[in-house]
């Protein structure tokens, strides 16, 4: 607890910057995001450093700008970093100015409080090899699990049977042939509520999104889709 902290437990732009870095160098699932910024945040983390991890964690990893590069080409690649460190300094100012510090510890008492039943372990000053270090990674791997499981079960439940429509069902819902403001403000719109209703996260809703963007659906559009990862229902 006092090691995280001393190193996430500061609202500067320092801490932020460190969090933005361990969230790139982290996993690109969306659900690991989410029970790693919690955990961080019970163990002291701020919940600025928290939500930065989080949104580095599924906007920035080197995986989500390959599989973008290979199914859209570099210029949503380029899009998704440059708009994810964008999301990460508003959301960053956002949570500065309008959450004081009495708040976010009222949070973390909550948090702590709807624990689920498990309380993450560690093996103190044991080596990170040791016998010792990762039977406390196995027993906190399974406490997230049986924390996770119900939303992660329904999430994946729910994206079989919507990989079982035509896609020509996702493009209707979007304007392909309006061009101008109107069709751009109402794919940026869409986009998040298609992302919703899919449940896909992280790196599995760009192939859906290169689906949208041969539809016709514009390039806000499908960028807003895929930014939409963190607000789907089990999240």
Not at 67 to 83: D, P, R
Not at 91 to 107: H, I, K, Q, T
Not at 210 to 224: C, E
């Amino acid at each position: 607890h006092s090691r995280m902290e001393q190193a996430l437990g500061g609202r500067d732009a320092r801490t932020a910057a460190l969090a933005t870095g361990l969230g790139a160098a982290s996993s690109s699932c969306s659900y690991a995001a989410v029970a790693i910024a919690k955990s961080m945040f019970q163990k002291g983390a701020s919940l600025a450093a928290a939500m930065v991890f989080q949104f580095a964690s599924t906007n920035l990893v080197f995986e989500i700008g390959i599989v973008m590069w290979l199914f859209l080409g570099w210029e949503f690649t380029l899009a998704e970093f440059v708009g994810g460190l964008i999301l990460i300094v508003l959301m960053w100012v956002g949570l500065r100015v309008f959450l004081s510090r009495r708040d976010e510890e009222r949070a973390r008492e909550h948090a702590l409080a709807a624990e689920s039943g498990h309380q993450h372990q560690s093996a103190g000053g044991s080596k990170a090899l040791s016998l010792d270090a990762w039977s406390d990674v196995a027993h906190n791997f399974r406490g997230d699990w049986e924390m996770l499981w119900k939303e992660i079960t329904a999430g994946f439940l729910i994206a079989g049977f919507v990989a079982l429509l035509p896609m020509d069902f996702f493009n209707t819902l979007f304007l392909t042939d309006t061009g101008g403001w109107v069709q751009l403000l109402e794919n940026v719109i869409v986009g998040p509520i298609v992302a919703v209703l899919s449940f896909v996260c992280s790196v599995g809703n760009v192939p859906l999104a290169a689906v949208l963007w041969s539809g016709g659906i514009s390039f806000s559009g499908v960028i807003a889709f895929i930014y939409a990862d963190l607000i789907i229902i089990p999240l």
